[in-house]
């Protein structure tokens, strides 16, 4: 007589009736929905987890990206000695033949583009108010290849009166008070060189354009101003602080830093992206770890509710075992059908997981707004996470874990309580029926 193949339809067909029966049939359905309930809760809290640290990265390095070189090139200081005094005093690297420069940079392999820029620390009054604020002086063209700045969505004004004013961050503008139209005034201590030494430069300027670039320090402190005028105002004339440079992929920007030093030339030293956010993307990546192994033990201890209830339905099933082996099942055979009764909690949970925390992940944007307004905007703080909102990201790589892991310990647990079935002796398991 031919032996039925592993995992035969009447395995199954036993396995779902031993799983939907009622406890007055010696099923234990209250322990089965305890197990598919809590591997469900755990699968939904790890996908919406990864998601949302996902999201949140992502944004966070396109608030960077959107609004900043991906690395910038600059002259190292010079060490100077006063040949009357003898005294030595370092000044700051300068570049003077900038476009020059910015073209044998932009001629390096994988670099999109290039941009001068001068830059200075101001303080803005207007309106008995006053921010600390960073100009970047920048030529107009540059400035539209911003895509967190020029974004109409997030933005106020025309960038085409660039060129007779200034373009301030929606932070600046929000605590001077000041619109479009309005003039706010720069008071730079690097100003005009006079008989009795440099004294603070002081202009107004009017407020042609409003950005919103997503990040809070970014929009509380950016200010751009023409490169002409920013040349005239900080004193360089002819000259600029440094090269923005952009390349293909700012994830591997690294790749870069040694073609272009050596197109910049002698003193020349780079910074990019992630020299100065490299810390902070290595905590959220070290975080994502961390969280991936708490909530996977949370889906372990859910799983682990299916032994407990694989131990309670093979005790009341001692009967059935015996009937079955005497009548022919094999060890396997019952091994197999007790397997299927926890895997299929395992599988049924997993998929209400996904099913669940892909909806929450989908509508954690909203969630955190409707905590916002309960709270009084105390969930999410701008100043101390530095973007406007939580987004989520659903990975398929995530959500590959998530399932690879619920459905490998819902079956891992599975095997001690069916392997006490399959060697259950039928003589004992019906010597007392």
């Known amino acids: 007589m031919a032996t039925p193949r592993p995992f035969s339809r009447y395995e199954f067909t036993i396995a779902w009736r031993y799983l939907r029966a009622r406890r007055a049939e010696g099923g234990v359905s209250v322990m089965t929905w305890i197990s598919l309930i809590g591997i469900a809760l755990g699968v939904m809290a790890l996908i919406a987890t990864l998601a949302v640290r996902a999201g949140f990265r992502a944004e966070f390095v ?5 609004a900043n070189a991906h690395t910038t090139v600059y002259m ?3 060490r100077i000695t006063n040949e009357f005094t003898d005294d030595l005093y370092v000044v700051p690297g300068r570049i003077a033949d900038y476009d020059a420069m910015a073209a044998k940079l932009a001629q390096v392999p994988g670099v999109i583009r290039t941009a001068p820029v001068v830059r200075g620390q101001v303080m803005a009054t207007a309106n008995d108010s006053s921010n600390v604020a960073e100009v970047f002086g920048i030529s107009l063209n540059d400035l539209k290849e911003m895509p967190r700045i020029v974004d109409a969505a997030t933005s106020v004004g025309s960038l085409e009166d660039f060129d007779r004013g200034i373009a ?12 479009l139209g309005d003039k706010i005034r ?16 002081v202009k107004a300027y009017e407020v042609t354009y409003i950005f919103s670039a997503g990040r809070y320090d970014i929009d509380r402190t950016r200010i751009y101003m023409p490169m002409a005028e920013a040349q005239s105002y900080f004193n360089r004339e002819g000259v600029a602080d440094e090269i923005e440079v952009f390349v293909v992929d700012p994830e591997k920007v690294d790749d870069w830093t040694l073609p272009l030093l050596a197109a910049a030339g002698e003193g020349a030293q780079v910074w990019n992206w992630r020299d100065s956010s490299g810390s902070f993307l290595a905590a959220l990546d070290m975080e994502d770890d961390v969280m991936f192994v708490i909530l996977s033990v949370l889906v372990l201890i859910a799983s682990m509710n299916i032994t407990s209830g694989l131990i309670m339905l093979v005790k009341n099933k001692g009967r059935d075992i015996g009937i079955l082996r005497t009548m022919g099942l094999t060890e396997g055979a019952v091994l197999r059908v007790f397997f299927l009764c926890g895997a299929f909690t395992g599988v049924i949970g997993t998929i209400a997981g996904v099913f669940l925390g892909v909806l929450l992940a989908l509508n954690v944007d909203s969630i955190m707004a409707a905590l916002n307004a309960l709270t009084g905007g105390g969930a999410w ?7 406007y909102r939580l987004p989520a990201e659903l990975r398929a790589w995530d959500i590959f874990r998530a399932v690879a892991l619920s459905l490998f310990l819902s079956f891992v647990v599975t095997i001690f309580p069916a392997r006490r079935a399959a060697r259950m002796n039928p ?3 019906l010597r007392y029926e």
């Open 62 to 66: 396109d608030t960077i990206l959107g």
């Open 76 to 78: 190292a200081p010079q």
């Open 168 to 179: 301030i961050g929606s932070g600046i503008a929000r605590e001077l008070a000041v619109g």
């Open 186 to 201: 720069l008071i730079a201590p690097e100003g005009a060189r006079t008989a009795i030494g440099t004294t603070p430069r």
């Open 381 to 387: 703080q701008p100043e101390v996470r530095g973007i």
């Open 427 to 429: 003589v004992e398991a």
